[in-house]
């Protein structure tokens, strides 16, 4: 089975955006450890990570954020645990 996070928005013209995980060039995933609080989102508090079984993982025991993209605005965002869905 292939874990699937994702994350959906509503969007004002009634269309739904879906976000998926967004690899950095390097093909890793981007997480947010809340414990930064307001500036977990800056690169340099960024946690990396190779395999989404792994942002899973630090999704569901520590409540970190994960940077997906958006496959209609393209816009990339770090993405807080509770809205992301497929966690296992």
Do not use: C, W
């Not at 496959?71 to 296992?88: C, F, M, P, W, Y």
């Amino acid at each position: 089975m292939t874990l699937q996070l994702k994350r959906h928005r509503n969007l004002e013209d009634g269309r739904v955006e879906i976000y998926t995980p967004a690899p950095d060039a390097s093909n890793l995933l981007e997480l947010g450890d809340p414990k930064r609080g307001s500036e977990m989102h800056h690169k340099k508090n960024a946690v990396f990570v190779g395999t989404l079984e792994m942002a899973s993982y630090l999704i569901r025991e520590y409540g970190f954020s994960l940077r997906m993209k958006g496959d209609l605005t393209g816009q990339r965002n770090l993405i807080s645990a509770h809205e992301i869905e497929g966690v296992k």
